[in-house]
């Protein structure tokens, strides 16, 4: 599974970006697609999860409510909306493709490149 992530920018904080992730190749592998970031000088994190079939959805407590995840089966495409972005916002942004919903980096074999948000104060 091949991943190409896009739509990250610098934004104000209090504004909206929405990034957006296409996967090509053997897609069929996976069942799960997911977001992380990573910050300078720390871990990467999980961010929001959704299931190809079904689309339920799975987000951490640091972006309940702001962001919303969504996928579009037909275009093998996943999009994570950011609204009310905040400074700590500000990261690389990765999707991820995996087999089960999980909030750790190695439950996902293949990951996009990382696309850079920056939020200003």
């Known amino acids: 599974v091949q991943l190409q992530a896009s739509g990250g920018g610098l934004v104000q904080a209090g504004g909206s970006l929405r990034l957006s992730c296409v996967a090509s190749g053997r897609t069929f592998s996976s069942n799960v697609m997911a977001w992380f970031r990573q910050a300078p000088g720390k871990e990467r994190e999980f961010v929001a999860a959704?299931?190809?079939?079904?689309?339920?959805?799975v987000y951490s407590q640091s972006v309940k409510g702001r962001f919303t995840i969504s996928r579009d089966n037909a275009k093998n495409t996943v999009y994570l909306q950011m609204d009310s972005l905040k400074p700590e916002d500000t990261a690389v942004y990765y999707c991820a493709a995996g087999i089960t919903v999980a909030m750790i980096r190695s439950s996902y074999d293949f990951w996009g490149q990382g696309t850079q948000v920056t939020v200003s104060s």
């Open positions: 959704v299931r190809w079939s079904g689309g339920s959805t």
